[in-house]
């Protein structure tokens, strides 16, 4: 009897399911709508951004000996750093360390959370705070493995006579 009750409990399940897909078919919703906005998906793309954003200038200051500017990411890479999934970006570097900030460029429409992280922890941290940008002491979101390469020694090659260590 109990084998019954299952089976009938996963049959409607699926059925509730393949309703749900059928309204949201005609009413004009994809599948996308019906588990995550359109905002949060916006949300996971920029906090997965900005931990390759620092591993960027992580790669950047264990090649250089310093954190790149946003001009030297974007010329040495090519990397996104104007516009990302309804974000928009700010770096700024004075070669010791990082920030970058990331903020919904329509609150409430690509997103509501806005992101920090700096060359200190390389933690991503952020909050809801309507639109303006996130600072360190907002909580962390995602950590960053390891320590920061500034914080370590460092073993470079040493740049030749008349040549830049690039």
């Known amino acids: ?3 019954v009750e299952n089976l009938t409990k ?13 309204v949201s078919i005609f009413s ?4 996308k709508d ?24 992580v790669r950047y200051f264990r090649e250089t000996g310093v954190y790149a500017t946003k001009e030297q990411l974007l010329g040495e890479n090519a990397i996104e750093l104007q516009n990302h999934k309804g974000y928009s970006f700010e770096l700024q570097s004075d070669g010791k360390s990082f ?4 903020i919904p460029i329509k609150y409430g429409k690509t997103g509501k959370t806005s992101f920090y992280v700096d060359g200190k922890d390389g ?3 952020g ?7 996130a600072t ?3 909580p962390i979101l995602i950590t960053w493995e390891g320590k920061m390469p500034h914080l370590q020694k460092v073993n470079r090659p040493a740049a030749r006579q008349g040549e830049s260590p690039r």
């Open 1 to 3: 009897m109990r084998e």
């Open 10 to 22: 996963k049959k409607t399940i699926v059925l509730v399911f393949f309703v749900n897909c059928l």
């Open 28 to 31: 004009g919703c994809t599948l």
């Open 34 to 57: 019906l588990f995550t906005s359109e905002a949060e998906l916006n949300e996971i793309s920029v906090k997965s951004h900005l931990r390759s954003l620092v591993g960027w200038e």
């Open 99 to 102: 920030q970058i900030t990331a």
């Open 123 to 125: 933690h991503v941290r």
């Open 127 to 133: 909050a809801d705070h309507e639109g303006k940008p």
């Open 136 to 138: 360190v002491s907002d």
